[in-house]
């Protein structure tokens, strides 16, 4: 595989390194040139130097036959112009874009510029999962399919606790697909009993929480 990163900030290492380490091919570019001095002084002919919301430079950069372009620059901008230019005009199948803002999220939908990563929204998450205040944590959003990842409890005395997956009532567009019990996760079948304390991971349509919450935590 190749990649061509977009950014040479401490995400863009970080990638650049992994990707490297499982063996890949790849480019990184960056426009700053203290930091790509220190960028080039580790990666050597794999840096280098330029904007890369430049069609020439996204070109040098061997756009044109890269597997996947990943935008991770600190302006939301310059990651959708990044994110268009590698999908429409040199034809990447796979384009990654770092969302710095998340009140910029829209603007990466509406241009279809998909998926996306969010930090804040990253760490937000983990915070909920890790201090959660009620029985449901969202996971993450399959933005472009249009679907959530959630986290239940099951909550003791509710339609879940003593259930079989297959006798639930889950609410259409919806789906059980694991079930974690004493840090041992399962994948959920119809005959898979539940019981209060179990992490119950499933796949929905927005706007389905409510539902799950009822069946799973008796809210």
Request: overall charge negative; hydrophobic content about 45%; charged content about 25%.
């Amino acid at each position: 595989m190749y990649a061509v990163i977009v950014g040479g900030g401490k995400a863009g290492a970080n990638v650049a390194r992994a990707l490297l380490r499982m063996g890949h091919e790849v480019s990184i570019v960056e426009h700053r040139p203290t930091r790509f001095a220190t960028l080039e002084a580790e990666f050597e002919h794999i840096a280098r130097y330029g904007d890369g919301t430049e069609l020439f430079v996204l070109e040098a950069a061997g756009t044109a036959r890269a597997d996947v372009c990943i935008a991770v620059t600190g302006d939301d901008e310059d990651n959708i112009i990044i994110g268009q230019l590698s999908r429409d005009h040199f034809g990447v199948a796979n384009v990654v874009a770092r969302v710095n803002d998340p009140r910029n999220q829209e603007h990466f939908d509406l241009l279809g510029i998909a998926p996306t990563v969010c930090a804040t929204e990253s760490i937000l998450a983990l915070i909920e999962h890790e201090v959660p205040q009620h029985s449901l944590v969202h996971l993450f959003s399959l933005r472009r399919e249009n679907l959530d990842i959630l986290e239940i409890g099951v909550v003791e005395g509710s339609r879940a606790d003593g259930a079989r997956v297959g006798e639930l009532s889950i609410p259409d567009g919806s789906l059980v697909i694991s079930v974690l019990r004493n840090r041992v996760g399962r994948v959920a079948h119809p005959d898979t009993l539940l019981a209060a304390g179990d992490q119950v991971v499933a796949i929905a349509e927005p706007g389905r929480e409510s539902d799950l919450m009822e069946i799973f935590a008796g809210d």
